[in-house]
DNA sequence: CAATGAAATGAATGATCACTCAGTTGAGTC
DNA sequence: GACTCAACTGAGTGATCATTCATTTCATTG
């Protein structure tokens, strides 16, 4: 097993031109560091060396670019929470370490797609957020059924799952905006420690 | 003592003129819902009741108007924590139970101020980036200093404490964005328990 | 080598942007 | 009742915005 990092912008996705796969790269990169409203499609095409106009063979519109981007994101943190519940095993405190570091992992790994997912959601008309809303919500029933049935076994102990389990995603969807790959701890040691404190949260008095 | 709540846009704020104050306060509640890059000065001052031209007689710019309410949802959050930290007692983690219960309200109950002052502070010019960043720093500092401290004197034991502050301060900085007054968690309920959470992520592991 | 079609150009569209400024309003002061 | 002054109007400025479209480029295919 290689301990070979991932720094891409975007994960791998499939049916996809070079030249669509190159503006969406240079677009995560522009509105995560900016954001949307900050970028005109002239700063962003001018970044791919192509002029405005350009960008409407691809996409509909700007507005659609950007849903295609969040939905992206939306999607791709769903199923890696997904499968890291996948390759746990049956203990949930084993599960909840497994399904944090996933959700930390991919915060950090594509910072800047995990910025655009989560900063601009709101930017989106009310039709897009519908569209994504389906795959965040299963992404949270994920956290919230590992959580439940800690509780139910003895595992965890907590007042309100809800407030645990937003104060652990929060641990992970802030994370992308300040760590960096220069950061002193390396990902490795934020995704292992962010996990340590989820189970902490949520660990039983005794 | 009485349990009233607050759900004022800004903080009491001295030298303010009812018209500017009336401005400050329909740009956060605007910049807050939209973004800063969202809302146009016709926005703002249709919002008021006013003509766009208006807004210059109180500020130099826009971009002028957004450095007055970073730099103020900046010191507030530090007023909040430095007089947590002084009306706390000499333990440890009494006084880290404190600053967190004073960050997360001072995040649930100026909601609109916390978002700008979170999320906007890259779309300042380097040069208010700088001007804000004193007292930013300061605010950190303070968490340092009590977790430091905790540590030395065996009540808190934590591999990184970067990593810990970090984690901690996440939980109330993200809870602007999805409390509201209406939620079935009360504001004192998610202030007692993250604080509960930013004691369990650092307590001693016995 | 002619035909095709995906990809991008370059010039234009009207709308909206932040911002300016000379003039107006109206409440308070001497 | 003339004067002051903070607050605001209303009509504009040029720049930039997202978007459109007829035309061009060029690699691939028949």
Redesign the pocket.
Known sequence: MTTEQSFNTMPPVEDL????R??FETAIQLFGASGF?A???????TA???????????V??????LMELVDLGTRFHRTQVRRALLESGSAAPDQLRGIVAAHVRAHLEYRDLARVTIRERRSLTEDQQARVADAHQETTQIFRDVVDRGIRNGDFQVPSPELAIRAIASMGVRACEWWTPEDPHPMAEVVDQYSTYALKIVARVS
Chains 1, 2 share one sequence.
């Open positions: 031109t070079e030249a669509r190159r503006l409203h970028v005109s499609v002239k700063d962003l095409m791919i060396g192509q002029q405005p106009g350009a960008l409407y063979f691809h509909a519109s700007k507005q659609d670019l």
